[in-house]
């Protein structure tokens, strides 16, 4: 059974463009979570989702950052005209459930 | 959330054992002790989680004192492997007003020697 998939793994965007990062989650879990890791700093909880809905996104920052988990396909963290801040690692977990959240290897943004 | 609290950093020598604290002295009847890891560059990974009676698995053991205020995460004999900042995280049950994220804190970051 393969485990939580992101991908890329490394992203590296300019001040300004778009960040789309992808993740697959364990085959049979419905539930999917985001959450970042700035340098130095601990794991935040940024969104929870269902198939086709946002249950939690209390973490989310207000403004640029979205996200989805359609029916088909993986969920998708967007954040829209990255800046330096938004440099950090962005992990997925999924659970089946609501049970224990196994997660992804994750994504390293680096904005320029 | 009821707040955890652990050491900064500890150290072990390779294939002894090492016991990792956690105090939780306003943790409430419902709430679960979960134990995750980070290794170097990778995602959390879940270890282990218990309410009230000791726990073993294939990774580790899990001690939980009587009166829940504190836990003790056991690796039975360090591996080098095992070198990643161990995070104890409390969650409670939905049902009880818990909610789905998992609120990490700084984690203790072990050390084991060669």
């Known amino acids: 059974n393969a485990g939580v998939m992101q991908n890329p793994r490394h992203l590296v965007r300019r001040r300004g463009q778009e960040a789309r990062l992808r993740c697959s989650p364990m085959k049979g879990h419905s539930h999917v979570y985001w959450y970042r890791q700035l340098p130095e700093e601990g794991l935040k909880f940024m969104v929870y989702l269902q198939k086709e809905n946002i249950i939690d996104e209390s973490g989310m920052p207000k403004e640029r950052f979205s996200a989805e988990f359609p029916k088909e396909g993986p969920s998708i963290l967007r954040i829209q005209q990255v800046v330096r801040g938004d440099s950090a690692a962005y992990f997925c977990a999924s659970s089946p459930l609501r049970d224990t959240q196994y997660f992804g290897p994750g994504t390293r943004l680096t904005v320029l | 959330d009821a707040k955890t609290t652990q050491p900064n950093s500890m150290e072990s020598n390779e294939e002894e054992p090492v016991h990792l604290p956690c105090n939780h002295s306003t943790i409430s009847g419902t709430d679960y002790i979960h134990w995750y890891r980070q290794l170097p560059s990778q995602g959390p990974e879940y270890v282990i989680h218990?309410?009230?009676s000791n726990v073993n698995n294939r990774m580790a053991s899990l001690a939980i004192a009587e009166d829940r205020k504190s836990s003790t995460l056991i690796l039975h004999r360090a591996t080098l492997r095992d070198a990643a900042v161990y995070y104890c995280?409390?969650?409670?049950?939905?049902?009880?007003?818990?909610?789905?994220?998992?609120?990490f804190g700084k984690g203790t970051k072990l050390t084991v020697n060669p």
């Open positions: 995280i409390l969650r409670r049950p939905i049902t009880q007003g818990g909610s789905e994220k998992l609120v």
């Open positions: 218990g309410l009230t």
